[in-house]
């Protein structure tokens, strides 16, 4: 069975819970599946933040992909409260992403079982 590939965003504020995010998603997808991409659009990740969200896969498992998104579209928006920039990156999904046929979005802090 082929999983799907899987796109999330993320800021400094959800680095942590983006790892464990995928964590829980490396160890719900079966050894006899193939190896799903992921792409994680961001604007301002450092490389240290990277690194901690690449190193919570298993590779064999999940590619991470980094996509760092151009903001200019969406800076209008209004941002309030937990309402970040990275909330609004799911928007340039299409424009980012159009060479992928099919996606399944999963916000950062989402944990995946079985």
């Known amino acids: 069975m082929c999983t799907p590939d899987i796109v999330t965003s993320v800021d400094q504020n959800y680095v942590t819970p983006a790892a464990a995010m995928l964590r ?3 160890a719900s997808i079966a050894s006899s599946d193939s190896a799903s991409d992921v792409y994680v659009l961001e604007s301002d990740l450092s490389d240290a933040d990277k690194e901690v ?27 309030s409260g937990p309402v970040s920039m990275a909330t609004y990156y799911r928007l340039l999904i299409e424009r980012e992403l159009s060479h992928v046929n099919r996606l399944i979005y999963l916000d950062a802090d989402t944990i995946v079982l079985g």
């Open 53 to 79: 969200i690449a190193s919570a896969v298993q590779p064999s498992r999940l590619q991470v992909r980094f996509i760092t998104v151009n903001t200019d579209r969406i800076r209008h928006l209004k941002l």
């Open 24 to 26: 829980s998603l490396s």
